[in-house]
Every structure is written in C-alpha cells, then in structure tokens.
C-alpha cells in the first residue's frame, strides 16, 4: 500500500512527454547506484542523449549525459531520492521515463 | 416401442455430455506489465475445461519454469498450493527485475482421462512482457511440444488473428490440430451450441495456423498430438497411448476505439 502511494504520487508529477512508445527506459539500483538504461524498440542502445534526474516533487536535480551503450550510472548519495527518483530520457526525438520509487530502493538495500 | 426409447435416451445421455476440451492454464493477472502495474506477476495455474469455468485436479507438475533474456529457472519450489476453479492448482507472485519478455511453461504429471482411454500432457505456457520491453516474444523453448508465436502473443487487439508454429520435438507438425477455447472467466458468455465451446483449426503443411478471436479476453490454444510412446495405466495394467498438447494462452485487448 505503501508503495501504491508513493508511486501514485510519484507518477502524478511524471513528465507528460512519456507518452512516447518507441524508446524503452528502465532503472536498477543496488542500493549504491541507480543505473540506468534506454534501448529503442529495434533493442539498439540509445548511443546519444539527454538523462535528466528529477526527485519525487518533479524538481531537477542533474542532467548527465548517456554513454553510448545506453547506459548511466547514479551514484544513490550523489541526489536526495528519500521521495523516489523519476529518470528521463530524452533523445530529442523520443522521450520516456522510469520511476525508481523509494520502495525499490529499500527493497535493493535489503537485498 | 421400446427400441425406439432406449435409443432415444442413449442419444439424450450422449447429447448432455459435452465433449469437453481440457486445458493446461497458467493465467497472469496482466500480459503486460508496466512500471504502474509493480514489480511482480501473479500467476495462476489450473488444469481445466476454460469455457464452462469447470477445474480438474492439477497435481504438482513435472516442472515449472519462467525463461528470460536466455536463461531458464526453475520455478516449482515457489509454487503455491490454491483452489482454482474449485479444484486443485497453483499460485506463484514473481517479482519482474529487469524489462523484456518473460516466458513461464508448465509440464503437468500425465492425467489418467478414462473417457479417452489415454493419458494427457499438456505442455503449457504464457509470455508475458515488463515495463515496454518485447524483446524474446518469439522464444522457442524447446519443449517436447510447443506453439511458437507468429504474432506477438501480448498486445493484441480483439479481432486480430493469432499465428503459431505448432512443434514437437522441435520441427513443425503438418496440419496438426488445433483446439481453440475462451476463459469465460466473469463473462458468462453463452454458446447456440455446444460444438461452440471449442473451435477447431488446423495448421497448413508447414504447420502454421492462423485464428481470430470473436472478442478480447484469455484465449487458450492447444495442439494435440498423439507421442510416440505409452504409459502404463496402473489400474489395468495396460499400455495407453498418450496425448501430448502444446497449450499457449494469449490475451487479446478490447478494442477502444469507435
């Protein structure tokens, strides 16, 4: 329940941009590092892009460049994540989004 | 007089048997899981006649597994006894780690059907896809028998047609036979008659076939062939023949548009 909410209401500040299909994003963390990564629908990485990490308020708190396997690695104590995080991914032509919520980072750090 | 009575009820005792198709199900509660949905499918396993909401007992299987991204684990361990159908299944909550398409196959025991005179192994299996990735929706598992998918077998609308290479012992089996059947799961969908409640298709030489479903919901899709080989039914003694199904259950979408 917990999570349903802290979910709902990290998705209530998503970026409306997701709505795009053909870009694939997804986020791990192991309790140290959220690692990140954003393949196209074809499974070729995303080689050139925009990582923008937003807390659970939709604030921004850094853009990083991604590498060109289509990964990016965040250290967990490099950004204030206790309302969860919300990854985006913008290429420019194609955008989405992954929301680590503070339940999946608990989960890893118990792991 | 009399003649004409006995034949008469024999013809109504055969006329009010319906000619049952049984099914090996696993059912998640959601093909297609985004990030919205959570971390984790929920399963549910059952060996039954899916029109008629009518559950067979489903011993513990042979095996149980789930393939992803090429690797194959065993997942019987984690199998959770539940009622299903008011019989004997299973249950199982797997958390979903990584994106792509995740692949869960069950081998039932052999199940004794004495109308048939012959055992029936129904291999079965269910893709389902996390968080926007398909990737592996085509995935031969290489079971005994199988369906290989044609169309992606998750994000279908209602109306489209489901293609499968039926297989055994990983080569195509020329117009094998295909029964095709509706969860009727809160439904209550309703046949004119009974030879509706399965459909039949068969596949082309190449083993291919092709069906359309009438709406959206659980579809299930079995091949039936005959093995090569018998089993001993133990209360005769006797060597039967046996029933090999390679069951696949796809989800079509309620279409929504005008």
Known sequence: ?111 | MKRHFITASLASIIAATPALAHYGMIIPNDPMISQEDGRSVALTMSFSHPFEMDGMMLDTPVAFSVTHEGTTTDLLGDLESATVMDDQGYTLDYPLDRPGTYIFAMEPQPYWEPAEDAFIIHYTKTYVTAYGDDEGWDTELGLKTEIVPLSKPFGLWEHNVFQGIVKMDGEAVPYAEVEVEFFNDGVGATVPDELMITQTVKADANGVFTYAPPSDGWWGFAALNTADYTLVEETSGEEKAVELGAVIWVHFEEWTGQ
């Not at chain 1, 990485?45 to 604030?59: C, E, F, I, Q, S």
């Not at chain 1, 921004?60 to 990854?87: C, F």
């Not at chain 1, 989004?97 to 980072?105: G, L």
Request: aromatic share 4%.
């Open chain 1, 1 to 111: 329940m917990i999570r349903a909410i802290a979910l709902a209401s990290i998705c209530a500040v998503a970026p409306m941009g997701a709505a795009a299909h053909q870009l694939t994003v997804f986020a791990a963390t192991d309790c140290e590092m959220v690692t990140v990564e954003a393949k196209f629908s074809n499974g070729n990485p995303v080689m050139l892009a925009d990582v923008r990490v937003l807390d659970g308020n939709n604030t921004l708190l850094m853009t990083l460049p991604i590498n060109e396997d289509g990964t990016v690695a965040i250290p967990l104590d490099s950004v204030d994540h206790s309302g969860g995080l919300v990854i985006e991914v913008d290429t420019g032509s194609h955008d989405n989004y992954w929301i680590v919520t503070p339940d999946d980072i608990a989960r890893s750090c118990q792991s």
